[in-house]
């Protein structure tokens, strides 16, 4: 099962610039590990003969690594996969760029790398918005 020619990313979150700059250049290949849950995460049935059951990525794979920088170690994890139907809830399940943002923040993220481009870092502040629970009046900035 071990392949030494896949090292895996140390169990690092983000990728560094230049590993990003080459998955921009081709994609990685997905790599997931987990066994596939019995029932759909997304509507709670089994699988029908039309309609199996798959893993599928919370966060998605080419949005994870394309826009957030996001390891394929972490995106393929036990954390951003769930079981669901190839056609009816696979694309129900995976979230938009804004939703996966605040899923990143859900799971203690609170910085993207520097060298993401500057709309990514402004939907980022987005979702910083949206999920506070503090809201000062005076519209001052809370660190
Ligand atoms: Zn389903």
New binding site residues.
């Given amino acids: 099962m071990e392949d030494k020619r896949n090292i895996g990313f140390d169990g690092r979150v983000f990728l560094e610039e230049f590993e990003w700059a080459t998955y921009r250049r081709r994609k990685p290949v997905r790599y997931i590990k987990r066994a596939k849950l019995s029932k ?1 995460q ?2 709670g ?1 089994p699988e029908s003969p039309g309609n199996p059951l798959q893993n599928a990525h919370v966060i998605s794979f080419d949005m994870g690594v394309i826009e957030l920088a996001l390891t394929p170690d972490f995106l393929d994890s036990s954390a951003n996969i769930v079981t ?2 190839r056609r ?2 696979n694309k129900g399940s995976e979230l938009s760029l804004l939703e996966s943002m605040k899923r990143l923040r859900a799971l203690g993220v609170t910085q993207l790398p520097q060298f993401l481009p500057s709309w990514v870092h402004e939907t980022w502040l987005e979702t910083s918005a949206d999920s506070s629970t503090c809201s000062d009046p005076s519209g001052a900035m809370t660190v």
Avoid: K
């Fill in positions: 759909c997304w509507c049935l669901a139907h009816t809830c």
